[in-house]
């Protein structure tokens, strides 16, 4: 089901492989200045974001997330600037670039790090970025059961509806165990998946953790697995999924296999547990805002 706020003519012309391969050819280019801003309102976040890439260009965008509201809990705006003379490009849909980016980031490590043969795929949280997820996934895996799982189980249930071969589930721990891969976008502050429900073989996708307090899964997760990230500079030092353990001495930098500037060390061997942080980094929104310019003509 494509939201809304997505014109018919963009679906059509944009593609979840080929955004996949921008992304990664964006990454043949120069590294990315990169720069974050946070202001916070407990419980209420600006997170502003901007890249520069030579070669590719300039992107700033600006996203409010109020958890707490009663209709959509996230907002902003991206703006695109010319590489050559720093002219203002195009003001781009905040949803439209965040639906393809967000998705697409954690599609790219998946194309490289799922198991052969995935044929289960479970999707932790059915809040915003549940259905992007469902789009990408689906497009890259075919003839997999998708189940959803989230805490108000009726939202899991609505999600489910909306999509085929997906079906909500309540045991997260039974969901977690049955997965070849598992994809979790929560706004959750402590651990919802515990190291010990994982098995060999597995690819962990974790999304939602943005903030240097918000966590997904536990050390022992971070301890039996082969870590990967989008983007050292962006995860490392910035969420708690990976600073907490590293600030505690759980883990080291040295854990972390490769970011995206190292796609060459993106393997796995067949028992393998490979778990991939998507810290979201404004390069991955100007390589987007790049593949949507150049693949849709309105």
Same mark, same amino acid.
């Given at each position: =089901?494509?939201?809304? $706020? @997505? ?33 916070? +309102? ?27 509201? !009663?209709?959509?809990? @996230? ?5 695109? $600037? ?13 949803? %439209? ?13 998946? /194309? +490289?790090?799922?198991?052969?043969? *995935?044929? +289960?795929?479970? @999707? ?8 992007? #997820? /469902? !789009? ?9 059961? $998708? ?31 049955? !997965? ?6 929560? =706004? ?25 307090? =918000? ?8 301890? /039996?697995? +082969?870590?990967?990230?989008?983007? /050292?500079?962006?995860? #490392? ?13 759980? @883990?080291?930098?040295?854990? *972390? ?5 190292? %796609? ?35």
């Amino acid at each position: =089901m494509t939201p809304a $706020f @997505i014109p018919p003519e963009a679906a059509q012309q944009l593609d979840w492989i080929a955004l996949t391969d921008a992304i990664a050819a964006g990454h043949d280019l120069p590294r990315a200045k990169v720069a974050d801003t946070f202001l916070y +309102r407990d419980p209420d976040t600006l997170l502003s974001r901007s890249a520069w890439i030579d070669g590719l260009g300039i992107v700033v965008k600006s996203a409010t997330i109020f958890p707490e509201n !009663a209709g959509p809990s @996230i907002g902003g705006a991206v703006s695109l $600037f010319s590489d050559e003379d720093g002219a203002l490009e195009a003001i781009l849909d905040f949803h %439209l670039v965040t639906y393809w980016k967000t998705a697409g980031d954690s599609l790219l490590a998946a /194309r +490289r790090l799922a198991p052969p043969g *995935v044929s +289960r795929i479970l @999707i932790v949280g059915a809040g915003t970025v549940a259905g992007s #997820l /469902r !789009a990408a996934y689906g497009a890259a895996f075919s003839e997999v059961q $998708f189940e959803v799982w989230n805490r108000t189980h009726a939202k899991a249930k609505a999600l489910a509806a909306e999509h085929p071969d997906t079906v909500a589930v309540e045991d997260l721990e039974q969901a977690v165990g049955r !997965a070849d891969i598992i994809t979790s976008a929560t =706004m959750s502050t402590d651990p919802v998946i515990q190291g010990a429900w994982l098995r060999p073989g597995q690819h962990i996708d974790l999304i939602g953790a943005y903030r240097p307090d =918000m966590r997904e899964v536990d050390d022992t997760a971070l301890t /039996r697995t +082969r870590v990967f990230v989008d983007s /050292r500079e962006t995860t #490392l030092g910035h969420i708690g999924e990976l600073k907490i353990p590293l600030e505690a001495g759980v @883990i080291s930098p040295d854990h *972390v296999v490769a970011d995206y500037y190292e %796609l060459e060390k993106f393997t796995r061997a067949p028992d393998d547990i490979t778990l991939f942080k998507n810290g979201g980094g404004a390069h991955l929104d100007l390589m987007t805002c790049k593949y949507i310019q150049s693949a849709w003509t309105p």
